[in-house]
């Protein structure tokens, strides 16, 4: 036998990959932080505001004291107006509850926690995404966004989200308003077969 070098090239098995929606996902991401990161078993919640001026997200994490009594009566609009960007108890608000919080965030915040929600679960070591709101409020909101492993960060970064969002298919009922495809870093704004 030959004594050859051999050699395998292997681009990445991380592969980039593009995630368009419309608001469903940030529904779902609220969830997600809501529950993962504070204590309480029910959750109300509302997304506020224009996109790219004042839009914010306002939640009520909470845990009644009867397991019957989970609907709250809370007005998430005067809360919002009472209170600035952060986390605040207001359970002395209310008598029937064990613990509740009040919590806003703004479009930054949401949109960090869309980029950790979009990316995390996929690479489980280091990981670069970008994303971005498109419209004018929550009703027609879309996201577009893209992760990838960290070695493509410098060809992520140089991607045109606004190029790559007319290249996605309408959503729909049919891809349940929800699209991701593995993005060809090679070829621009290409995609790879699934």
Avoid: W
Wanted: charged letters at 30%; aromatic letters at 14%; glycine letters at 6%.
């Amino acid at each position: 036998m030959k004594n050859s070098e051999y050699i395998l090239k292997n681009e990445s098995l991380k592969n980039s990959e593009v995630t368009f929606s419309g608001n469903s996902i940030l529904k779902d991401v609220i969830k997600e932080y809501a529950y993962k990161h504070y204590n309480g078993d029910c959750l109300k919640f509302d997304f506020l505001g224009k996109i790219d001026v004042d839009f914010r997200a306002v939640l009520c994490i909470y845990k009644t004291k009867n397991d019957e009594d989970s609907f709250l009566d809370i007005n998430l609009d005067e809360y919002d107006l009472k209170f600035g960007f952060s986390i605040f108890d207001i359970v002395n608000e209310f008598s029937n509850l064990e613990h509740c919080l009040f919590i806003k965030l703004n479009q930054d915040e949401i949109l960090h926690q869309v980029l950790l929600y979009i990316s995390y679960e996929r690479f489980e070591g280091g990981y670069f995404a970008k994303g971005k709101f498109m419209g004018s409020n929550f009703k027609n909101l879309k996201f577009i966004g893209i992760c990838g492993d960290l070695k493509n960060e410098r060809l992520i970064k140089s991607i045109n989200l606004d190029k790559l969002y007319k290249t996605m298919p309408t959503l729909s009922k049919e891809n349940d308003f929800y699209v991701t495809k593995i993005l060809d870093l090679k070829r621009n704004y290409k995609f790879k077969d699934n």
